[in-house]
C-alpha cells in the first residue's frame, strides 16, 4: 500500500474514533418505537427481520425467506492496513449462534456491492447456513465468487444490465422460481456514497472476468463492483404483492437509484425500507430523496454501527457506532421529516423484528 493511501486511512480513523469514543449503544434506547419492535412477537402474517448487523438481514413471510449479505469478521484498522483479510468462520459461527436464526431455507442472498464488508463472509455463510440459496449480485460479486470453489457456478445468479433498473426506466423482475413465484427482486442502479471527505477509501473499480486467486487485501481487492440498490416483493399465490421492501448497503447520492414509475403505480408505497446509515453524511440528499419516492411505511436503519473492529459475538460489549451521537441523531431527525407517518427502527445487532404486514 502506498504511504499516501496510508494516510488517508489513518486520517479516516482519527477522523471518526474519536466521535465514537463518546457514542455508546444506549443511545439507541432513546428512539422511541425500536423497542416496541424488537419485542414483539409474530403476529398473524407479520414479517420476521432479523438484524444480523453491518447490512446484513435475515427476513422471513410465512414459508419464504431471503437474506441481505451479512458482515460478522469486520477487521480492524490495523488488519486491514497491515495484513491480508479472509472471513472469520468462529466469529461468524458465533454472531450466527447468538442471533439464533434459521437460513437453511434461505432462497436468495442477495449482494448490493462488493466491498469486504458486504461480500468477504458470504461464501462461508453461504456453505455453512444457506447453502440451497443462489446468492444474486453484480457481475463483480460473480467474477470474486468465482475463486471460492466451494461455490457452484449454478449457485450464483449475476444480474446483467438488461435487468436493471436505472434513471427512472425500468429493469426486469427477477422470480424466485419460474413458475408460480413467491418471491421477485428489481436490481436499481445505485452509487455508493464516498468513506470520508469526499474520498473513497476502498476500491472502486469492477472485475470484468474471473477472479483466480481469493482477494486479500481489503482495501484493493474486494473491489465495490456495480452497486444496485434492491427491491424485493414477497407474492401472493396470484401473484399480487403482499409485502415489498426497498433495501440499500450503501448510501446513494440523489441523482441515483430513482423507482421507476410502473413500480411506483403498481404499488404505492413500500412496507419497510432498509437504508444505510454509515456514509450519509458524504451523499447528497439521503435518505430524503428515496424516501421521497419509496413513501415506507416502516424504516430500519442499518450498517450504523463503526465499520472497524466491532464484534457482535462479545457480550456486554459497547458497540461503536460510525457516525457518533450527533450524527445519528441528525439521520434519525431527517428520516423522520420525511415520512412523518412512518415508524423507525434502529435495531440492535443480532435483534428480531415482526414488522406488520398491512
Ligand atoms: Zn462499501
Keep these: 500500500m502506498s504511504r499516501k493511501c496510508s494516510l488517508a486511512i489513518l486520517a479516516w480513523a482519527v477522523a471518526v474514533l474519536p466521535a465514537c469514543a463518546t457514542a455508546r449503544w444506549p443511545y439507541l434506547h432513546e428512539l422511541e418505537g425500536t423497542q416496541k419492535f424488537m419485542a414483539r412477537q409474530a403476529q398473524g402474517d407479520s414479517v420476521q427481520v432479523t438484524y444480523l448487523g453491518a447490512a446484513g438481514y435475515v427476513i422471513r413471510r410465512g414459508e419464504d425467506a431471503i437474506m441481505f ?4 469478521t469486520n477487521p480492524g484498522i490495523w488488519a486491514l492496513l ?9 466469529k461468524v459461527d458465533a454472531c450466527m449462534k447468538k442471533a439464533g436464526v434459521q437460513a437453511g431455507d434461505v432462497s436468495w442472498l442477495m449482494v448490493g456491492h462488493s466491498h469486504y464488508d458486504h461480500l468477504m463472509d458470504v461464501p462461508y455463510v453461504w456453505q455453512s447456513y444457506t447453502p440451497r440459496a443462489r446468492i444474486l449480485g453484480s457481475q463483480t460479486t460473480r467474477h470474486i465468487l468465482a475463486s471460492f470453489k466451494e461455490i457452484p457456478e449454478d449457485h450464483v445468479r449475476p444480474i446483467e444490465e438488461s435487468e436493471v433498473a436505472k434513471d427512472g426506466q425500468m429493469g426486469k423482475w427477477i422470480p424466485d422460481k419460474k413458475e408460480s413465484p413467491s418471491v421477485r427482486v428489481l436490481a436499481i442502479k445505485s452509487d455508493h456514497a464516498a468513506h470520508v471527505l469526499g474520498i473513497h477509501l476502498i476500491s472502486r473499480g469492477k472485475y470484468t ?3 483466480k486467486e ?9 473491489k465495490e463492483g456495480e452497486t444496485y440498490a434492491y427491491l424485493v416483493d414477497f407474492l401472493n399465490p396470484d401473484g399480487s404483492i403482499d409485502f415489498r421492501i426497498h433495501f440499500q448497503d450503501a448510501a446513494s ?3 441515483w437509484g430513482r423507482l421507476p414509475e410502473e413500480v411506483k403505480r403498481e404499488y404505492p ?3 419497510l425500507s432498509i437504508a444505510c446509515t454509515g456514509g450519509y ?14 413513501r415506507p411505511r416502516h424504516v430500519i436503519l442499518g450498517h450504523w454501527e463503526h465499520f472497524l473492529g466491532n464484534d457482535c459475538a462479545v457480550d456486554e460489549q459497547e458497540l461503536l457506532i460510525t457516525l457518533g451521537r450527533g450524527g445519528l441523531r441528525k439521520f434519525t431527525h431527517q428520516v423522520m421529516s420525511t415520512v412523518q407517518d412512518a415508524e423507525m427502527i434502529l435495531p440492535m445487532p443480532l435483534a428480531t423484528m415482526y414488522i406488520p404486514n398491512p
Excluded: H, K, N
Design 209 to 211: 472476468e474471473a477472479r
Design 214 to 222: 481469493q482477494p486479500r487485501s481489503g482495501l484493493s481487492d474486494w
Design 253 to 255: 447520492s440523489a441523482e
Design 69 to 72: 449479505a451479512p458482515s460478522f
Design 82 to 90: 497491515t495484513r491480508p483479510i479472509q472471513t472469520d468462520g468462529r
Design 269 to 271: 408505497r413500500v412496507d
Design 281 to 294: 453524511e458524504q451523499a447528497r440528499g439521503y435518505p430524503e430523496t428515496i424516501l421521497s419516492q419509496t
